[in-house]
């Protein structure tokens, strides 16, 4: 059985024989599998009402655990985007209800994001079908095969330096 990304090598193989085209097998799967699996988890999240900006809020400060509050920055930080992208969904999740910024008491110049029960309530009714999504999604792996593929996907991602610390 062959994928789309073979026949793009086959292609290359017969064109441009003098080039390694061999990191595009890597690469190339990569790539659709990122769109295919952001496809079905963007199904999933707009089912409940979500995009996968806003359940990333509400997913990070649910982690968070008690009191369930972040600064807008540690917010920014996880969810590695700038800070007006993190207004942006602040807002949005603001006006639904699902979080609220009040004055930080440790810096008054600070604000702290914090998950209102609404807010917590949904990402818990989400939780659970999102994480269906994804086992769905590797269902053709067995749990060896998924460990494996998890170590080397984090040994990848170490080596283009997405580290914590």
């Known amino acids: 059985m062959a994928d789309h990304v073979d026949v793009v090598l086959e292609q290359w193989a017969a064109h441009r024989p003098d080039l390694d085209v061999s990191p595009m097998a890597v690469i190339g ?19 409940h009402g979500l995009d996968r900006a806003s359940f990333d809020v509400l997913a990070t400060l649910r982690r968070s655990g008690p009191p369930y509050r972040l600064t807008p920055t540690e917010l920014m930080r996880s969810a590695m985007v700038t800070s007006g ?14 979080v609220t910024r009040t004055p930080s008491e440790a810096d ?3 604000v702290l994001v914090a998950l ?6 949904l990402i818990d009714r989400v939780l659970p079908d999102h994480v269906a999504t994804e086992d769905r999604l590797l269902a053709a792996l067995t749990p060896a095969e998924r460990d494996a ?4 996907l984090r040994r990848l991602l170490e080596s283009l330096g997405d580290t914590t610390g």
């Open 29 to 47: 799967r990569l790539s659709r599998l990122s769109r295919l699996v952001g496809t079905e988890l963007d199904r999933t999240f707009a089912a």
């Open 85 to 98: 992208a993190i207004t942006q969904r602040l807002d949005r999740l603001e006006a639904r209800g699902l």
């Open 108 to 110: 008054r110049r600070g």
């Open 116 to 121: 209102t029960d609404e807010g917590h309530a």
């Open 149 to 152: 593929l998890a170590r080397t």
